[in-house]
């Protein structure tokens, strides 16, 4: 979805004398700080799980619901919409001439899915005390570096999958483990062999590199800039050092059956800052770079065979 927003009082006939050959002297008509008064481009799905690409004029600044966004020296900033993220949201753009654009978002709402996975370990389902001690602590390492800010923009390198093949568990799904229910599942599930390439999806700096996590066994994070990240569970190898930078399509890891699992596979997952988002959702917009891997999913929600394969649980 492309929305392009011009600010009401520059009309389009306007806009063609001052892109035009300039019949009129622009300054006649309007103010200096009305000729650069220009566009607001939203790219991306409105929708629970979905993440925006947002571009405005240099100098911007911008809310969501009133919590400031980032925004890059040229105008590009990033905004999502978690699981259970409510029909509206109030977008906010202050322009470098202090004139302001307030728009109201409808976020499309999900309903999700209900994913049972029998024959897991009881101890991963039910962890003894001395366990939990652990898993806290790995998840407050990995919820700290999902509060990385960064000014990088590597994400305009766009998206390609990490890995290719049978998408066994989706985004937003709640999760019925051994029978008892636990959180919804925050990524996406592909059913590969161990030793399967796992490539990075966009520029980044690898901002978490773990050997062995209680639940998510072999852990990286790649910070993409601007407070997206995409993270990888379950990873036999990892192959890149915290603080390293990647290039898309670098290979950082091998997939594997290691954590909270009932076979091998890639969990994939997706997050502005601590906002879970649907990695689905941006392979299917504009963000996506087009890659035979990109087309191997049609529809989020739709995605064929739920096997009980992606036994996991994200942070
Ligand atoms: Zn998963």
Not at 89 to 97: E, K, P
Not at 156 to 181: E, H, M
Request: proline letters at 6%.
């Amino acid at each position: 979805m492309i929305e392009r927003l011009y600010k009401p009082r520059l009309s389009g006939l306007a806009r063609a004398q001052l892109t035009g050959l300039g019949l009129l002297l622009p300054s006649l008509i309007f103010t200096p700080s009305e000729l650069f008064a220009a566009t607001l481009t939203l790219e991306g799905p409105l929708v629970q799980g979905g993440l925006v690409q947002g571009r405005a004029d240099t100098g911007a600044k911008v809310t969501l619901d009133g919590k400031t966004v980032r925004v890059s020296e040229d105008g590009v900033f990033l905004i999502g919409f978690s699981r259970n993220f409510p029909p509206e949201a109030t977008l906010s753009v202050t322009f470098a001439d202090g004139s302001k654009e307030t728009r109201t978002l409808k976020i499309k709402q999900r309903k999700y899915k209900t994913q049972r996975i029998d024959g897991l370990p009881p101890k991963m389902v039910t962890p003894s005390e001395k366990d939990l001690e652990r898993i806290h602590a790995e998840s407050a390492q990995i919820k700290q570096t999902r509060k990385r800010d960064d000014a990088r923009t590597d994400f305009l390198t766009g998206f390609i999958w990490p890995t290719v093949g049978r998408i066994s568990g989706i985004y937003g799904s709640q999760r019925i483990l051994n029978g008892k229910p636990r959180r919804p599942h925050y990524g996406v599930d592909v059913a590969v062999p161990t030793g399967t390439p796992v490539l990075a999806p966009a520029d980044g700096i690898v901002s978490l590199a773990h050997p062995d996590m209680y639940f998510t066994g072999g852990t990286l994070v790649v910070d993409h800039g601007h407070g997206l990240m995409t993270s990888y569970f379950h990873l036999s190898r990892v192959l890149v050092k915290e603080g390293q930078a990647v290039r898309q399509g670098e290979l950082i890891a091998e997939v594997g059956a290691t954590g909270r699992v009932t076979g091998a596979h890639l969990h994939w997952s997706l997050n502005l800052f601590e906002r879970p988002l649907d990695p689905q959702l941006l392979m299917n917009s504009h963000l996506a770079r087009n890659s035979p891997a990109s087309s191997q999913i049609t529809a989020s929600g739709t995605v064929q065979g739920t096997a009980n394969t992606g036994g996991d649980e994200s942070k």
